[in-house]
């Protein structure tokens, strides 16, 4: 075997090993729980909701009885007042139980206009993390949904906020 396709087969061996082992750390459900949680805040910061759709489960429910569609008109509803939202994620934890993934954090907003001291004030003086609960959805390991969001000390009438 000429040495130049020896060393080729020898690197392209290397970077298969390496690119294998990247996707096995990314798939792993905690991390996928984790980038899930990120992007999502990320999407809604950018106050782009047909991302944010993407991200939540047909059968998504609360405690506060809302489904996917009363969330996305809240979501709206809020930041449709916040201008420029920044949301902080603080003492994140993540766990995964088989095809379920909880993603727990501290939230704290910052915005700008007439009504983001109001929202910034509700949301950062909450004493208990936010919760959000994922589901797998196939046998993909990326295929994850948002199915449930809680907050023990948050309370929402049904007029909002």
């Not at 095809?99 to 007439?114: D, H, L, M, N």
Request: no cysteine.
């Amino acid at each position: 075997m000429p040495p130049i396709f020896r060393n080729g087969l020898y690197a392209g061996l290397l970077l298969a090993a390496i690119m294998g082992i990247f996707l096995v750390r990314l798939w792993q459900p905690e991390r996928q729980v984790q980038l899930h949680s990120a992007h999502l805040l990320a999407q809604i910061e950018k106050k782009n909701w047909s991302g944010v759709a993407g991200f939540i489960a047909d059968g998504y429910q609360d405690r506060w009885g809302h489904d996917r569609p009363v969330l996305l008109e809240r979501l709206r509803a809020v930041f449709r007042f916040a201008g420029n939202p920044q949301i902080t994620a603080k003492d994140v934890s993540v766990r995964a139980e088989s095809a379920r993934g909880f993603w727990t954090a501290r939230i704290t907003i910052a915005a700008a206009g007439e009504f983001a001291p109001v929202i910034e004030e509700r949301v950062n003086a909450l004493p208990t993390p936010f919760e959000l609960e994922w589901r797998r959805g196939s046998n993909k390991p990326w295929d994850w949904k948002l199915v449930r969001v809680d907050n023990a000390a948050l309370e929402i009438s049904n007029n909002g906020l």
